[in-house]
Every structure is written in C-alpha cells, then in structure tokens.
C-alpha cells in the first residue's frame, strides 16, 4: 500500500471504521497498519471518534466500532464519490 | 422573429438548469452537513455550506435572467434603450451571482484545508490545490466577461480615437494570460498578467488618452 502524503480525515475515519466493522475489535498497532496512518495521527483521531461515539475502547487495549458508527459507515459509504468528486482524498 | 424565439429557449433552459443546480447543490450541502455532524468532521460543514452559497448564486442568477432577459428575448426592449444596453443589462444576474460563487469556491478551499490531515510530512495546503485554482480560472473568467462589455461599451459610446480600448484591451489581456497560466505553467504569464494591468492606466494618462 503507497503511503499518501495528505488525507482527509473522512478517508481515515473511513479506513478505521471498514478495518474494524470487517475484523472486529482490534488494537491501535492493528490499526496504524489498517489505516496506513503513523501512530501520533493514529491516536488523534481515535480520540476524536471516541469523543464522537464512533468507536468505543473494548478490554485489552482494543477499539470496536459503535452502532454510530456503523451509521456514520453507511452514509460515508453512500457518499465516497460526491466526497471525491469535490476534492476530498479518500 | 425566429431570433427572439431562440433566444427565449436559451433564457428558459438556463433558467431551468439553474434551478435544477441550485436543488442539487442544497441537497448536496444538507448531505455534507449531516455527515458532519456524525464524523465530527468541522471541514465537511464548511463544505456544506460552500454548496448552499453556490445555490444561492445559481438562484440569484436564475432571477437575474428572469427578471431581465425574458422581455429580451420576447422581443420588449425597455425604455427604448439601445439593444447593446439591454442585452448587458441580460446579464446581469450572472453578475450579481459571482459574489456568491467567489464565497463558495474560497469556502470549498477553506473546507479541503480544514478536512485534509498532514501525513508522513507532507502539506495539507495542496490537497486545496484544484479549488483555488478553480477559483482563480472562474475569478478571470467573470472579470473577461465584465471587460469585454466595458470594452464594447467604450467602442460604441466613447470617443473616437480616446485610449479607453487600449485600457480595457490591456485588462483583457492581463486576464487572459492568467487565465492560461494553469494549462502552460509558464511563470512568465504570471508577471506579464500584473505588468498589463499596471500598464494599462498609463494608457489612460499618454497624451492621446488622458485628455
């Protein structure tokens, strides 16, 4: 996977919440890897979806992705094209 | 006749892509916006928002040629004013809508700015790139388009021999060597943009024209 110099953070987000809607609960080592992101950006924006109730921390230092953020998934999902169309990198 | 007929197609079929746009760009903003809220993502509102001026523009220009280009093109010109004035006068809705656009395309950077992340050392400021461009190119284009009625107008109603067409032709030129600028990528164009419109009030004070 090519490392991208800028992205936006719906693509992250994106990026978190398919790794862990697919794999289920997983550890922010996993993550970094899922969301080809380095750790410090790693940890800020999973501080930002905890504080949005997109993900929730699970015993054993893991993240699992809420029922919000199955919704906010979806509508993500619905819309990647406008979203890049209008210039933001997924 | 048949002109103003086709006149009168044209003014209709862009009043109603106007009002279709105006529609797509509000659903698009609301949908910007709800996913927004649900990401938390302030730059995605900011785009919304961008869309939501950007309709407001596609209505104010949709009035605009209602308003002013349907007794043209039904063949009514107002107040027996010369045909010239009424067709710019036909125009300008598209005038009074380029403010609305330059705020939603400098919102649309804003919002890409906001929303991108800086990753493996690399600048967010060029994932706003292809807006502001976009914004410089239509900036030009709506100043062309305003010049080239200036510089009409001066043909028909100045003074013969006076220096108000080398003005407006130097302005002219300054945009369109701007607006090249993004498909040569000569910096060249750059600098002679700025020197044509620094030249071009000296034409106005040479002997011939500042009288």
């Not at chain 1, 289920?24 to 899922?34: C, V």
């Not at chain 2, 649900?38 to 001026?53: E, K, N, S, T």
């Not at chain 2, 804003?110 to 990753?119: C, L, W």
């Amino acid at each position: 996977m090519t490392r991208r110099k800028y992205r936006s953070q719906a693509g992250i987000i994106l990026d978190i919440l398919e790794a862990l809607e697919r794999e289920g609960p997983l550890p922010a080592t996993r993550l970094m890897y899922h969301a080809n992101l380095p750790y410090n950006r790693l940890k800020e924006t999973l501080a930002r979806m905890l504080e949005e109730g997109l993900v929730e921390e699970t015993g054993e230092k893991r993240y699992a992705i809420t029922q919000r953020g199955r919704e906010a998934l979806r509508v993500l999902r619905e819309s990647r094209r406008i979203l890049e169309s209008l210039g933001y990198r997924l | 006749m048949r002109e103003h007929a086709a006149v009168g197609v044209g003014v209709y079929l862009a009043v109603l892509t106007a009002f279709l746009g105006a529609a797509a760009s509000l659903y698009l903003g609301r949908r910007l916006c709800r996913l927004s809220r649900l990401v938390g993502d302030r730059g995605l509102c900011i785009g919304g928002c961008a869309l939501w001026v950007y309709a407001a523009g596609l209505l104010v220009e949709a009035l605009g040629l209602l308003h002013a280009a349907i007794p043209l093109a039904h063949g009514h010109l107002a107040l027996g004013r010369p045909e010239l004035v009424e067709r710019l006068l036909a125009g300008r809705g598209v005038l009074l809508a380029s403010p609305f656009y330059a705020v939603s395309y400098t919102l649309s950077a804003v919002a890409i700015y906001v929303s991108h992340m800086e990753v493996d050392g690399g600048s967010r400021l060029y994932a706003a790139v292809p807006l502001i461009v976009q914004l410089y190119f239509d900036f030009n284009l709506v100043l062309l388009a305003v010049l080239a009625a200036a510089l009409a107008g001066t043909l028909r109603y100045g003074r013969p021999g006076a220096a108000g067409p080398i003005y407006y032709g130097m302005l002219i030129l300054s945009h369109a060597a701007a607006l090249l600028l993004p498909y040569s990528g000569a910096p060249e164009l750059v600098y002679a943009s700025t020197m044509l419109r620094g030249a071009a009030p000296l034409a106005l004070l040479a002997p011939s024209g500042g009288r």
